[in-house]
């Protein structure tokens, strides 16, 4: 079975400074995977996604994530945080090889960025 | 571009009751997914429809039951409400891509059902 951990339940950040949201997987196939983000009392907004093609995956609002196999790893980065950034992240793996596969989301990390 | 819309946005039902929500896929997009997130909690798979024929089934309760119909809109229905099912739930649409990768899920504003 498909799953994600995401090993931070909460991360703090000053504005301009770099963010650093970790996820790992595991998956008994090469996995595509999402980032999600939700501001409060919103929707879920697709910020990039992994599946088999480059390994470095770029976002929208500056966010990229790197599919490492080796250490089944698929954390979220961004250079510098804007206060805007402010919101849960949720990384997510799809669960199956087909075309239409429920999706099985991590806990989720609480970003907060303060001035 | 057009997004998946769900209705209504917002729901308060007393508990036994029934409540129904809907949801239209963008267009063309003909699998549609059901998702359930409780206060502080990620999202969990409820139920999926491709082509109007269930497609996977999470940990949806017997009380709910859904369908898809021939505009490829899908209605969630729950009855004999219980407070634990106040919630925030979430519709989500793809294209199927049977032979390959799964397609980008698109999410819904959700629609948010407390129950009293």
């Known amino acids: 079975a498909q799953s994600v951990t995401q090993l931070d339940s909460h991360v703090s950040v000053s504005e301009g400074t770099p963010v650093l949201l970790r996820c790992n997987y595991s998956?008994?196939?090469?996995?595509?995977l999402f980032w999600y983000v939700q501001h409060p009392n919103k929707g879920l907004q697709l910020l990039l996604k992994?599946?088999?093609?480059?390994?470095l995956v770029k976002g929208i609002n500056g966010f990229e994530a790197e599919f490492k196999k080796s250490e089944t790893s698929f954390h979220l980065t961004k250079p510098s945080a804007h206060m805007s950034d402010a919101a849960e992240y949720f990384c997510?793996?799809?669960?199956?090889?087909?075309?239409?596969?429920?999706?099985?989301f991590g806990a989720g990390t609480r970003l907060a960025v303060h001035p | 571009a057009a997004g998946v819309i769900q209705s209504p946005r917002h729901l308060i039902k007393e508990k036994r009751e029934t409540a129904t929500l809907k949801c239209y896929p963008i267009p063309r997009h003909d699998t549609v997914y059901w998702y359930q997130q409780g206060p502080g909690q990620d999202p969990q798979f409820l139920i999926s429809f491709y082509e109007k024929m269930q497609s996977d089934k999470g940990s949806i309760p017997d009380r709910f039951s859904a369908q898809q119909f021939s505009d490829y809109h899908s209605e969630l229905n729950m009855s004999s409400l219980e407070l634990g099912d106040s919630a925030l739930y979430f519709c989500a649409s793809s294209l199927p891509r049977p032979s390959g990768r799964t397609d980008t899920q698109y999410f819904g504003p959700g629609t948010r059902l407390t129950v009293l």
């Open positions: 997510v793996v799809s669960d199956g090889a087909g075309g239409y596969n429920k999706l099985i």
């Open positions: 998956s008994s196939y090469s996995p595509s």
């Open positions: 992994y599946t088999s093609a480059a390994t």
